[in-house]
């Protein structure tokens, strides 16, 4: 029964963004008679901004404890947010709001990506880390995303302070 009860709390509200597309992964531990472990590289895009895509990359625990998905994975994340088109803000949003949400273990453990605005230099800011129930991570990412014109079209550069709560 406590075990249903922390599932369900830590389940919360649902991730921010879709599930993110597997680009790749690579081995990097053989293991005999189970799954490698493995870095996975991952994209997402972002759910409130237009144009905007990050790619991730995270370790992916195998043996018999990553194959039936009860390892705990490691806090080792990298980051990399670009402008892959015209930048456009579909509502107003929070400094730090979860652009991305993912469980790193069975309970306890979730990767988050926040996103945020620095308005003086007109750039959102996107931060990944991971964090327990209990204790937090301090391993993180960050990647700075500047919003630029795009294209010969593109004549207008919103602000992204203007949309910040």
């Known amino acids: 029964m406590l075990l249903l009860v922390l599932a369900c709390v ?11 597309d597997l680009i790749f992964r690579r081995s990097t531990v053989f ?32 043996g018999f404890k990553g194959w039936i998905g009860v390892a705990e994975e490691v806090s080792d994340i990298s980051l990399a947010c670009r402008q892959i088109g015209p930048i456009r803000f579909k509502e107003k949003m929070g400094q730090g709001d979860d652009m991305f949400r993912k469980r ?11 996103r945020g605005c620095d308005a003086k230099r007109n750039v959102l ?41």
């Open 31 to 62: 293991k005999w008679l189970s799954p490698n472990d493995k870095l996975a590289t991952y994209g997402v895009d972002d759910p409130e901004v237009e144009g905007v895509a990050c790619h991730f990359t995270v370790p992916e625990k195998g």
């Open 104 to 114: 790193r273990s069975l309970f306890f453990k979730k990767m988050q990506i926040v």
């Open 125 to 165: 800011v996107y931060m990944v880390y991971s964090d327990r129930l209990i204790e937090g991570s301090p391993k993180n990412s960050t990647s700075s995303v500047p919003i630029m014109p795009w294209g010969a079209d593109d004549s207008t550069v919103q602000k992204c302070g203007e949309f910040i709560q």
């Open 10 to 20: 830590q389940a919360g509200p649902a991730a921010a963004a879709d599930e993110p």
